[in-house]
């Protein structure tokens, strides 16, 4: 089955900031890379997403890429604010198949 | 703006006792999830329905764990007998057919 790891699991970045965090997967028939925001206490919320046949998508502050060769995708987040505290998890699924599997999260603090 | 329900929000029961979760996807979706999201950790898929039928419940507890989704719309997660490893956050989401998944506010199980 497919694996999932993400790095790093906790990341602190100051106000104004650049944030990068990584994920690998193991499956190459995985073909749809979305990437969650979890605030405490409340839902996993869909932030952006990626499909293989796209090296990079944009939205505002938030960019995603991936690379199908070395099976890594990543989220950029620039211009950091405090509301971008959260834990971030990154998925893995192949298209119509539905199952996505997760990373294990990462912890974004953003100091004022 | 159409949501993901669930309820209850909160379960507190005791070990052996059964537990039963409801979940109401989006309208039109046809695919519908049941993750367990243990603290620190991603969500793990438990079962996967498209429409009324299971297409992935590899990782279910069978032995204590039932799902259902008689009419391929709203769905229900039973536990039967709970166990003090059962607690956990109990996460519902839907998808569209591109695999956009959305989630429910989710269910925290307590088992004392």
């Known amino acids: 089955g497919e694996n999932v790891e993400q790095h790093p699991s906790t990341l602190s970045v100051q106000e104004g900031d650049s944030a990068v965090i990584k994920c690998t997967y193991s499956d190459s028939a995985s073909n749809y890379f979305p990437w969650y925001k979890q605030e405490l206490g409340k839902r996993p919320q869909l932030i952006i997403d990626i499909r293989s046949n796209v090296g990079e998508k944009k939205d505002q502050r938030i960019a995603v890429t991936l690379n199908k060769t070395a099976k890594h995708f990543s989220l950029h987040i620039t211009e950091t604010q405090p509301e971008d505290s959260a834990v971030y998890f990154c998925?893995?699924?192949?298209?119509?198949?539905?199952?996505?599997?997760f990373g294990d999260g990462t912890t974004l603090t953003v100091k004022p | 703006e159409a949501e993901v329900a669930q309820s209850p929000r909160y379960k507190i029961t005791e070990k052996s006792q059964a537990v039963a979760f409801w979940c109401d996807p989006i309208s039109g979706h046809a695919t519908l999830y049941w993750y367990r999201q243990i603290l620190g950790q991603g969500p793990e898929l438990l079962v996967q329905?498209?429409?009324?039928?299971?297409?992935?419940d590899s990782q279910l507890p069978k032995d204590r764990f039932s799902a259902e989704r008689l009419k391929g719309v709203d769905s229900t997660l039973k536990i039967q007998p709970a166990e003090l490893g059962d607690s956990a956050m109990y996460l519902c989401?839907?998808?569209?057919?591109?695999?956009?998944?959305?989630f429910g506010p989710g269910t925290r199980l307590t088992v004392l």
């Open positions: 989401a839907s998808s569209t057919q591109y695999n956009e998944q959305f």
């Open positions: 329905f498209q429409d009324e039928s299971v297409v992935d």
């Open positions: 998925a893995a699924s192949a298209a119509n198949a539905g199952k996505s599997t």
